[in-house]
């Protein structure tokens, strides 16, 4: 895959598309608690200019993972810390990625 074809991939998946509602339909999850989970921050979804949130793929791939930690019985405290080691960890593997093809 192509430096374009990864980019475009990235960016179309960190891109808001989804409004909360279908968001809420995707991930069987009623629609204030992801206003609770963005309270908490634990997603961030674009907003529009009228303020309207809208859901990119990330985003939905997130909201999939809180459901699992909370169905392993984390509360979101331990899953925005999990959520955040999670990141680190993936970051510091494309560190890695990139200092190997040095």
């Not at 634990?42 to 793929?57: A, C, I, M, V």
Request: glycine content about 8%.
């Amino acid at each position: 895959m192509s430096t374009q074809q990864r980019s475009t991939q990235h960016s179309t998946a960190q891109e808001g598309v989804f409004a909360i509602s279908v968001a809420a339909r995707m991930v069987r999850m009623e629609v204030q608690n992801l206003r609770v989970y963005e309270r908490r921050g634990l997603l961030t979804p674009e907003r529009t200019d009228g303020g309207n949130r809208l859901y990119s793929e990330g985003d939905i791939a997130t909201l999939h993972r809180i459901r699992e930690l909370l169905a392993e019985g984390l509360n979101l405290a331990g899953i925005a810390r999990v959520l955040a080691l999670e990141h680190e960890v993936a970051a510091l593997r494309r560190r890695l990625r990139t200092a190997e093809g040095d």
